[in-house]
């Protein structure tokens, strides 16, 4: 399943080894981490609550892998998202992709990130000094995933 | 019967985490009926306000046709990633 | 030390793990393996050996590193690249970036491999069914490299 | 002396790792005395032949000095990552 929402953490040696089988026809396995950071938009934070959709994220994050396959020619790819609470330097979200060689690996990790980011039904609820807040969604987060249109 | 859900910060805003609503022709016609109620609602689902709407589980737009059965959600602007 | 030349294995998330130190300002972590294949250019591959020149290799993945930075914004970097005698799915290189955010990280990563394969003096030799062969350089990577100085 | 040291395929193709050679004034004297020797060594190092030269550890061009204990390197086309 190239998708998972869990509340769990993820390794991500065991993930990328998962991903690639033994298929000997992949070169190129291209992934990426995201991370709770201590600090945003100048405030510090304590922590955040994860909450999603569920039913529509896993539909969601199917889509973008599946308009992901339609532009580059790459084996798999994997998409976990953790859901409730976190805190700083936790795990987030892991994307990895495999394929022949590095530019589709590279490129279609990207991409879902981008998409992942404007198209998935995931909110953030920070804790702050000043109390709880929901996130807002970042312009250069639409921008990103704008660039791939073009 | 049409089953709205509200998620994350609209659900906090609206103090609904889901509810019937007993007909609806469109997405449109609903947010009307929602907006009509005033006081937050209005205010939190005015025109131009950034949210989306998902009709059961695929994002709609304001002539999406809705069903018996149906279920609507409210969403916020994501943040996830 | 960001770049170390071995012939042993690594493993991913030790490596990310040791990266990401505790530093809390970090919020992405984009990284890439290479993996040997079973098929070149149409040929099966037993296996292949890596080749470097020391003291050089070093010199040329720093400055790759010291280029990187001077375009983006990130805080370190890791690059491990294996040599000696390796079999298909073996993993040959890593390449990793932590950001604070995920623009920086995927660019700087992919920056880093594209000028990897072009300026770093390491050699594949191959084992074929017809016998040992040097691999050529591929026209694709000179042209992954090129399309950064634009 | 300056230190000349062929890697790869150039190594096994000239079937010398490495050698000292007296003096050369620069990196396109040196490949003038090498190419000098005829045979193969005329053949692989022929002008328009895609190889690269290193004078201590960072890419040279023909103009480039040589001075007593340099090492200068001949690279074949690399092929890592």
Redesign the interface.
Known sequence: MPVRIQTADFDISAEIAALRKTNPKIGAVASFVGVVRDMNEGDAVAGMFLEHYPGMTEHALQNIITDAHARWDFFDSLIIHRVGQLAPLDQIVFVAVTSAHRGEAFDACHFIMDFLKTNAPFWKRESTPTGERWLDARVTDDAAAARWKQ | MIKV?Y???LR?ALGTSSEQIPAAQTVADLLIILRNRGGVWAEELAEGK?FKV?VN??LANPATALKSGDEV?L???????
């Not at chain 2, 916020?76 to 990633?81: F, I, L, Q």
């Open positions: 859900v998620l994350a910060r906090d950034a998902a589980h695929a959600a969403l916020p602007p994501v943040t996830g990633g």
